[in-house]
């Protein structure tokens, strides 16, 4: 009874490859995150939709491309990898409104060889 | 835009001290304001919160009190146990931008025997 689930726990590949991590809520939840943490603990949001809808993009390379396709769902796609990519990547949701906690999930450690 | 400032780490205590975090922010308006706490290997999770002027948020030994006139909501514990060796993130949701929090830095906690 997750309640909200990130697919692998952990990635490592090589420079240059792409890859996608997948991430569901069973809250019910209007809207979803992604967040970048690095080797700091630093926390950074990426993106974040509203019912499928797109509401938040922070300044992150085009290599990153989110994809809702419904409201319980929100994977990342990454194109070309870096080693800078290496990070711990937090999907999180939330009911919406400022009152609202965020839930995340345990994280998709990614090791960019 | 609004932004919060967190007590730099790492903290190290001995089991039963007193613990104090300090948070404080800038936002416009009246934000929403939360504790996070993030155990190793795991995504964050809701400590506490408060929503308004004046409110504390507590739960496990944690307070917080909402405080409007120093822009702040630092995070107590009277009595630290080594379970609570953590990661602790103070968040503010503003009114205005609902879809997004903006996070501290980080503090990481260690409580030795």
């Known amino acids: 009874d997750t309640a909200v689930s990130q697919t692998p726990k952990y990635l490592v590949t090589q420079m240059g490859n792409d890859k996608s991590i997948k991430c569901e809520q069973n809250?019910?939840?209007?809207?979803m995150y992604w967040y970048k943490q690095d080797s700091k603990k630093f926390l950074k949001i990426m993106f974040s939709?509203?019912?499928?809808?797109?509401?938040i993009n922070e300044t992150v390379p085009n290599r990153f491309s989110p994809k809702s396709p419904d409201k319980a769902h929100l994977n990342l796609h990454i194109n070309s990898l870096e080693l800078g990519d290496s990070a711990v990547y937090f999907c999180?949701?939330?009911?919406?409104?400022?009152?609202?906690?965020?839930?995340f999930g345990d994280g998709t450690r990614l090791s960019i060889l | 835009g609004d932004s919060v400032t967190q007590m730099e780490g790492p903290v190290t205590l001995s089991e039963e001290a007193f613990l104090t975090i300090n948070c404080t922010y800038t936002?416009?308006?009246?934000?929403?304001l939360f504790w996070y706490v993030q155990y190793p290997g795991e995504g964050l999770q809701l400590l506490l919160k408060a929503t308004k002027a004046d409110d504390k948020g507590s739960n496990k030994g944690f307070e917080a009190t909402y405080r409007k006139e120093t822009t702040s909501f630092h995070l107590e514990k009277g009595s630290v146990q080594v379970s609570d060796s953590a990661v602790y993130f103070c968040a503010l949701s503003g009114r205005r931008d609902a879809g997004k929090s903006t996070f501290g830095d980080g503090t990481t906690l260690t409580v030795k025997p």
């Open positions: 809250l019910g939840h209007d809207t």
């Open positions: 939709y509203n019912n499928k809808e797109l509401i």
């Open positions: 999180a949701s939330s009911q919406g409104g400022a009152e609202q906690p965020q839930h």
């Open positions: 936002a416009t308006g009246y934000p929403s």
